[in-house]
């Protein structure tokens, strides 16, 4: 179950690792050293629940109708492209993200605010409950659970590495060069990621 497990760990890596609000929050916050564990315990476990609702959902899709997880693969290739094409433009015309200084806030306060940044982001819906979902469901169980709980792992590792690593990050990140490089692994990431989901059978798909 290595195989699964590592894809699971690739692709959720692929899919998390971008210029967004939750990371910069959760950034921000571990340079500030506030609240740090609390907050990469609640995005890493947001993440793992999104994720296994995705795996069981898609898993159920499948079960009623066999013929739609084609489809869904396509349609998941195809956003795979998208994506891939969106942080090549980004590693094309870098950004700065430089978070600001400012007093530490209440751990209530924190959590709200990166509930908000976490469930009122519809990408991370489409990222966990869809795209993984049904990547982790191109493979036949319980390789597909293999397939989450890599994607899961994966999540909690990197915002541990953003949150408590986010001081040493912070003068890395400053430079435009650093994320130009970042998001061009994440293009060529999501573009192999692409075409192995458009020519690659799968395991599920083979049975069909």
Known sequence: ????????????????????????????????????LALVLFCGLSDALLIAAGVAGAGALVQLHPQALLWARWGGAVFLVGYA?????????PGTLTPFDAPALPLR?????????????????????????????????????????????????????????????????????????LDGLIALTMGTLAMLLWFGPGPAVASL
């Open 109 to 181: 306060a924190a959590l709200t605010l990166c509930a908000g940044f976490t469930f009122l982001n519809p990408h991370v819906y489409l990222d966990t409950v869809v795209l993984v979902g049904v990547l982790a469901n191109a493979w036949a169980a319980p390789a597909n659970a293999w397939f989450g709980l890599g994607a899961a792992l994966a999540s909690l590792a990197w915002f541990a590495a953003l949150g408590f690593g986010a001081r040493l990050l912070r003068p890395v990140f400053a430079k435009p060069l650093a994320w130009r490089v």
């Open 1 to 36: 179950m290595i195989e699964p497990f590592a894809t699971g760990f690739a692709t959720s890596l692929g899919l998390i690792v971008a210029i967004g609000s939750q990371n910069a929050f959760v950034l921000r916050q571990g340079i500030l050293r506030s609240h740090v």
């Open 85 to 93: 094409l969106l942080a090549a433009r980004r590693a094309l015309r």
